[in-house]
């Protein structure tokens, strides 16, 4: 009889093939986060696409897809800091972290950005449940009132900018970038990856671009000091926590990304400096994909591009091998951010930057062009155009998040 009435069946071959769509998906998640404008659900939306025709269990699949979206939250943080270019999640922390790489401590942001992802993961299995509990017992009412609630995060945004100019550039850039995103979000992509979506041209454009425009003229990325980590392990942790919260509410309230949860963060760790941005951001960005599982499996319905992709799929919910693939990944991730990381940085300091940033341009237009068409490249210049607004003002980027406020506080 077995011990406690269970029995533990181990496959070898199961195992290993299981480890090798693990990999696959590490992989896949490392070209797309140090890619710039490569998002991981590109990546998703692809392997759903060619899911029916690779041998192999379907859930094998979806762990790899689960995996990719996970390493790439991890990794997107390099080239955010080293090229300027930021994945819609760390749109709101890209310009607090180049102040890092400026100051020479762009290796303690990489091992920053690294914890709040690690310290999301930590966090996120023991809130999985209460956190399941306590969103769906308060989605209605947060849903009915949510136009209010971004309403007053709008309102912080501007009234919380140091001068009368930067909160009149604020508000401008909240007026023109939500008039951008209201007409823009829903227009057809007509690129290679169809359901990619415009938030691609829209965020390089507002948040990517301006950075490698003033970079031209700029002086690249400086010798970076030792890596020493600065903050105290409670202030890691409690940043990583608030990262982990705003994750959650991403996962199960429909409509609110990544990037607007990580947009609402800041405004609680705004007095903490920029190593406090890296942190929550990056918490926002990883724990999102682990409670977007949840929500998937605990009310069917996804709320992310890559949740959308294992569901087209037709992946079954496994629980253990989704989540297990997520945790393994998690591990990889951490140890790439670091590995790669600063490799990353260090080849960039030793390159022209005014060639480099004409580079990343022109493949960022490339990328664009092949995810979403003509259109897209329009969407990626005006964008570019409403990016400089906060530039010229001197106000914080974060309030280009006005692109997704907007168009949910009108509900178009």
């Given at each position: 009889m077995?011990p406690?009435?269970?029995?533990?069946?181990?496959?070898?071959?199961?195992?290993l093939?299981?480890?090798?769509?693990?990999?696959?998906?590490?992989?896949l998640?490392?070209?797309?986060g140090?890619t710039p404008?490569?998002?991981?659900?590109?990546f998703a939306?692809?392997l759903a696409?060619v899911?029916?025709s690779?041998?192999?269990?379907?859930r094998f699949?979806?762990?790899?897809?689960?995996?990719?979206?996970?390493?790439?939250?991890?990794?997107?943080v390099?080239?955010?800091?080293?090229?300027?270019?930021?994945?819609?999640?760390?749109?709101?922390?890209a310009?607090p972290?180049?102040?890092?790489?400026?100051?020479?401590?762009?290796r303690e942001?990489?091992?920053?950005?690294?914890?709040?992802s690690?310290?999301?993961?930590?966090?996120?299995?023991?809130l999985?449940?209460?956190?399941t509990?306590?969103?769906?017992?308060?989605?209605?009412?947060?849903?009915?009132?949510l136009?209010?609630v971004?309403?007053?995060?709008?309102?912080?945004?501007?009234?919380?900018?140091a001068?009368?100019?930067?909160?009149?550039?604020a508000?401008?850039s909240?007026?023109?970038?939500?008039?951008?995103?209201?007409v823009a979000?829903?227009?057809?992509a007509?690129?290679?990856?169809?359901?990619?979506?415009m938030?691609?041209?829209?965020?390089?454009?507002?948040?990517?671009?301006p950075v490698?425009?003033?970079?031209?003229?700029?002086?690249g990325?400086?010798?970076?000091?030792?890596?020493?980590v600065?903050?105290?392990?409670?202030?890691?942790?409690?940043?990583a926590?608030?990262?982990?919260?705003?994750g959650?509410?991403?996962?199960?309230?429909?409509?609110?990304s990544?990037?607007?949860?990580?947009?609402?963060?800041?405004?609680?760790?705004?007095?903490?400096?920029?190593?406090?941005?890296?942190?929550?951001?990056?918490?926002?960005?990883?724990?999102?994909?682990?409670?977007a599982?949840?929500?998937?499996?605990a009310?069917?319905?996804p709320?992310?591009?890559?949740?959308?992709?294992?569901?087209?799929?037709?992946?079954p919910l496994?629980?253990p091998?989704?989540?297990?693939?997520?945790?393994?990944?998690?591990?990889?991730?951490f140890v790439l951010?670091?590995t790669?990381?600063?490799g990353?940085?260090r080849?960039?300091?030793?390159?022209?930057?005014?060639?480099?940033?004409?580079?990343?341009?022109?493949?960022i237009?490339?990328?664009?062009?092949v995810?979403t068409?003509?259109?897209g490249i329009?969407?990626?210049?005006?964008?570019t155009?409403?990016?400089?607004?906060?530039?010229k003002?001197?106000s914080?980027r974060?309030?280009?998040?006005?692109v997704?406020?907007?168009?949910?506080?009108?509900?178009v």
């Open positions: 077995d406690l009435g269970v029995r533990v069946v181990v496959d070898p071959g199961e195992t093939l299981f480890c090798g769509f693990l990999a696959g998906g590490v992989a998640g490392t070209v797309s140090l404008g490569i998002h991981a659900n590109t939306l692809l696409g899911a029916p690779v041998p192999g269990p379907v699949v979806g762990a790899a897809m689960l995996a990719a979206g996970t390493v790439h939250t991890f990794l997107d390099v080239p955010a800091l080293a090229l300027g270019v930021p994945d819609p999640a760390m749109a709101s922390s310009l972290g180049h102040r890092l790489v400026l100051a020479g401590r762009g942001a990489l091992r920053l950005s690294a914890l709040g690690a310290g999301a993961v930590v966090l996120a299995v023991p999985a449940l209460p956190m509990h306590a969103m769906t017992t308060v989605y209605p009412t947060l849903r009915a009132n136009p209010l971004l309403g007053a995060v709008v309102v912080v945004l501007v009234v919380t900018e001068s009368n100019l930067g909160r009149l550039g508000a401008l909240v007026a023109t970038s939500g008039a951008l995103g209201a979000l829903d227009l057809p007509g690129g290679l990856v169809g359901s990619g979506g938030l691609a041209p829209l965020f390089t454009g507002l948040f990517g671009a490698l425009l003033d970079a031209l003229t700029g002086k990325v400086p010798e970076q000091e030792e890596p020493r600065t903050v105290s392990r409670r202030g890691v942790a409690g940043f926590f608030v990262g982990t919260l705003s959650a509410v991403v996962g199960y309230v429909p409509g609110v990544s990037a607007i949860a990580a947009t609402v963060a800041l405004l609680a760790v705004s007095g903490d400096g920029p190593r406090a941005f890296v942190v929550t951001t990056s918490g926002v960005n990883t724990a999102n994909t682990i409670f599982l949840l929500a998937l499996v009310l069917g319905t709320r992310t591009g890559v949740m959308v992709a294992v569901e087209e799929a037709g992946v496994d629980l091998v989704l989540l297990g693939s997520v945790l393994a990944a998690a591990a990889a991730g951010v670091v790669l990381g600063d990353y940085l080849r960039v300091g030793r390159m022209d930057y005014t060639r480099l940033s004409i580079g990343v341009l022109c493949l237009v490339l990328v664009v062009g995810l068409g003509p259109l329009g969407v990626f210049g005006v964008s155009l409403v990016g400089l607004v906060p530039v003002f001197g914080r974060a309030s280009l998040m006005g997704l406020l907007v168009p949910l506080i009108l509900g």
